[in-house]
């Protein structure tokens, strides 16, 4: 079992709908979770943490986590063409290392 | 403020050789973290070092070696290259946040092809 798993994707929604991506994880002791988006070419960059249980919203983007079955997503709102990356989930034990997802690709229609 | 800043750039080098990354972390952070990114690939994790200390090291070779400096600065080194080390080589800077993590900010990278 991977230690943070995401589907390949791609992942495509029209423009101004919602876009819904998953991540689950396999480490229970897992403390702290990010979304970060990678455009083709370029390296990644943070979009959400979240470390508790719930909801975080941050504009267009609310990232969701539950520890209890293993799984944070990220939503993103009103989605736009420029949205159209690939979208990695981070998850960190400790210090020691963040793991991360093999990303998930998305793609808004215009 | 200035961000996270690599060089080179691009490298071009031939199997055997030896390479040397840089990476510059964000004022005021004092972690830098090193990742390894194969197209198609979520970044793995090769170093992290805070205050000029290993704090963790991924599933990689001995080829592979880092320091960090008193300015907080940081080097990866990587020694008898392969045509398998090709790769995005991405430095991450963050904040130690204790055990709730830290927000890694990533370089720009450095694309290593090695020939």
């Known amino acids: 079992q991977k230690e943070v798993e995401q589907n390949s994707g791609p992942l495509s929604v029209p423009e101004g709908a919602i876009a819904s991506l998953n991540c689950t994880y396999s480490d229970r002791g897992s403390q702290s979770f990010f979304w970060y988006r990678q455009y083709s070419g370029k390296s990644p960059e943070l979009i959400m943490s979240i470390y508790s249980n719930g909801d975080k919203e941050d504009g267009r983007f609310t990232a969701q986590l539950n520890k209890a079955s293993q799984y944070v997503s990220l939503l993103i709102r009103d989605s736009q063409p420029s949205d159209s990356a690939t979208y990695l989930c981070?998850?960190?034990?400790?210090?020691?290392?963040?793991?991360f997802g093999t990303g998930t690709k998305l793609q808004v229609i215009p | 403020d200035a961000g996270v800043t690599q060089s080179p750039t691009h490298l071009i080098k031939t199997r055997g050789q030896h390479v040397t990354l840089r990476c510059s972390p964000i004022s005021g952070h004092k972690s830098v973290s090193w990742y390894q990114q194969v197209l198609g690939q979520g970044p793995q994790f090769i170093f992290q070092y805070y205050e000029k200390e290993e704090r963790g090291r991924g599933n990689f070779p001995d080829r592979f070696s880092a320091r960090q400096f008193p300015n907080y600065s940081s080097e990866l080194n990587v020694n008898a290259l392969l045509l398998g080390d090709s790769a995005l080589y991405l430095c991450?800077?963050?904040?130690?946040?204790?055990?709730?993590?830290?927000?890694?900010?990533f370089g720009p990278g450095t694309r290593l092809t090695v020939t």
């Open positions: 981070a998850v960190n034990i400790g210090y020691q290392k963040v793991t």
């Open positions: 991450a800077s963050s904040l130690d946040r204790g055990l709730l993590g830290y927000e890694q900010y």
